[in-house]
């Protein structure tokens, strides 16, 4: 059912449709309710290759289809959205606008939580990928949604910054990325200080001194 479900909407270009016209079918075909199946398809053929091609902002119409949709099927939009966005390095600041605006805007804190969870494991060592300026954005949209982590996502935050600071040092985004996750939660980063501090030294940004005195 999905596979051809799939087809069809590569059949028929949906992706290439107007934003106004997308908004329209949305309301239609979310109408009666849709399996998370057929939503993942949607999410795949229609709204991954609409939003990756996103040279500006994306208009109203536009985001407001991806909203309500990705509101609609939380765990399809981290999956089969959001995630492949991610893994492509190329996308430019327009996509990881949207990306934020899901994040803030369609998905509850526990799916927050797990949409983190998934870009930290993705960029682990046993991901295999490294840290991104792209992903680097979408964790800084996340830390200032102020989602509560345990010592599980801390840990394994710390393993990805750790692992990124040795190609991003000069990178002020991502030590940005490591001032806010040390305000947001320095008191419950206490275990991890003497990983924290060699991530801080190597830094070679202006943030580096405010981040070592913290």
Request: with cysteine; proline share 6%.
């Amino acid at each position: 059912e999905v596979p051809r479900l799939e087809e069809a909407l590569s059949l028929v270009a949906m992706h290439e449709l107007g934003d106004e016209v997308l908004l329209l079918l949305v309301g239609q075909l979310f109408k009666g309710g849709t399996s998370q199946r057929q939503a993942q398809g949607f999410m795949r053929c229609v709204l991954l290759p609409k939003v990756q091609r996103l040279g500006q902002p994306a208009s109203r119409a536009l985001l407001s289809a991806i909203l309500k949709t990705c509101k609609d099927h939380p765990r399809a939009a981290i999956h089969h959205l959001i995630l492949p966005l991610l893994a492509n390095e190329q996308v430019g600041s327009a996509p990881v606008e949207v990306v934020n605006r899901i994040a803030k805007d369609s998905l509850l804190e526990a799916q927050r939580v797990l949409l983190l969870s998934a870009i930290l494991d993705a960029h682990s060592p046993e991901g295999g990928r490294g840290l991104t300026l792209v992903s680097i954005a979408v964790l800084q949209g996340l830390v200032n949604l102020k989602i509560p982590m345990g010592p599980s996502e801390l840990q394994k935050f710390i393993q990805v910054l750790d692992a990124g600071c040795v190609v991003l040092s000069k990178q002020l985004k991502f030590s940005s990325l490591v001032l806010s996750l040390l305000s947001q939660h320095g008191r419950q980063l206490a275990p991890f200080a003497p990983q924290l501090l060699q991530i801080a030294s190597s830094l070679e940004t202006s943030l580096k001194k405010p981040i070592l005195a913290m």
